[in-house]
């Protein structure tokens, strides 16, 4: 669908991140499904098809700041933990704006790197 509308696989990765396919997601979403309640988990079975389906051969994956965008995932992390701790672990108006304010932080700086229009110094 991306490629049809002409959007690059860049913005598409970082698309299909936000949307919360994640690490936590997975180990959640595994713990959920041992429990019995399978219809909640979200398991990564497309991945495994494709896997299958190919061999089980490696995927190259290409990325203009990947080593960026991992330091800037740690940094986030760091951050998130930081303002719950300065909300004194209590969800408010304020914590719920901070994340806000963070997550779209995040996602402005990773297309920046992913467009080339911050450079990353580091390249892996």
Not at 99 to 105: A, K, R
């Amino acid at each position: 669908v991306g490629e049809t509308v002409g959007i690059s696989e860049e913005i598409m990765g970082l698309t299909i991140l936000a949307a919360g396919t994640s690490i936590p997601d997975l180990i959640t979403s595994v713990i959920v499904a041992r429990k019995g309640l399978g219809d909640m988990a979200v398991l990564p079975v497309p991945w495994l098809l494709y896997s299958l389906s190919h061999g089980s051969q490696p995927i190259a994956v290409s990325s203009n700041g990947l080593f960026c965008a991992i330091v800037l995932l740690f940094l986030m992390l760091l951050f998130v933990i930081i303002s719950i701790a300065a909300c004194r672990w209590r969800m408010s108006r304020l914590l719920g704006l901070t994340m806000f304010l963070l997550y779209f932080l995040f996602l402005v700086l990773s297309v920046m790197l992913e467009d080339r229009i911050i450079h990353c110094p580091v390249s892996i």
